[in-house]
T-cell receptor, first 114, second 111 residues
Framework: KAGVTQTPRYLIKTRGQQVTLSCSPI?????VSWYQQTPGQGLQFLFE???????NKGNFPGRFSGRQFSNSRSEMNVSTLELGDSALYLC?????????????FGSGTRLTVV | DQQVKQNSPSLSVQEGRISILNCDYT??????FLWYKKYPAEGPTFLIS?????DKNEDGRFTVFLNKSAKHLSLHIVPSQPGDSAVYFC??????????FGTGTRLQVTL
């Protein structure tokens, strides 16, 4: 079966712009989470959605937002991009409503802010 | 506040020998622990997990040990193979619907 699909794979944006990243979870998975990976900080939790509702949010500024659609696909948006937003953004989906069980990651979107 | 710590950023082991990766945590509310393996330009891949009600879980060449009193877990890989070379992340979760990750340990298995 298809895995977690993230688009685009690579993105270059200019400081001040906004960006939207997309994640299609494994079919049947209702939980989608987003993580940011940077060399110094490792993987940091952004937010998690289950059945279109945000269940948890990490310690990121309000410029980071997300949503989930009725088909479980999710998008995250970053407005007013800063150089420090350059990172690998990873999406993970899960069948059950308890994170960690069958948690599958996508390959990520590499965002570079110049 | 780093609640999950992997104090060794890198580890080099000879092929066939045992690799031991360590992880410490501070939050006593964590009750489920996982190890992920990550290759460059790919997302993390789930390896093995352990519930806080157990102290050991085995899956083939991979064994995870949990010492709750010390808030310490370790991943043992025996025997180590060149294909095991990757970055390994320890992660933990509790009642909140999120994973808290360590900063990773880069394992290099040499011939």
């Amino acid at each position: 079966k298809a895995g977690v699909t993230q688009t685009p794979r690579y993105l270059i944006k200019t400081r001040g712009q906004q960006v939207t990243l997309s994640c299609s979870p494994i079919s049947g998975h209702r939980s989608v989470s987003w993580y940011q990976q940077t060399p110094g900080q490792g993987l940091q939790f952004l937010f998690e959605y289950f059945s279109e509702t945000q269940r948890n949010k990490g310690n990121f500024p309000g410029r980071f937002s997300g949503r989930q659609f009725s088909n479980s696909r999710s998008e995250m948006n970053v407005s007013t991009l800063e150089l420090g937003d350059s990172a690998l953004y990873l999406c993970a989906s899960s069948l059950r409503d308890r994170v960690g069980y069958g948690y599958t990651f996508g390959s990520g979107t590499r965002l570079t802010v110049v | 506040d780093q609640q999950v710590k992997q104090n060794s950023p890198s580890l080099s082991v000879q092929e066939g020998r045992i690799s031991i990766l360590n992880c410490d945590y501070t939050n006593s509310m964590f009750d489920y622990f996982l190890w992920y393996k990550k290759y460059p330009a790919e997302g993390p891949t789930f390896l093995i997990s352990i519930s806080s009600i157990k102290d050991k879980n085995e899956d083939g060449r991979f064994t995870v040990f949990l010492n709750k009193s010390a808030k310490h877990l370790s991943l043992h890989i025996v025997p180590s193979q060149p294909g095991d070379s990757a970055v390994y992340f320890c992660a933990a979760t509790g009642t909140a619907s999120k994973l808290t990750f360590g900063t990773g340990t880069r394992l290099q298995v040499t011939l």
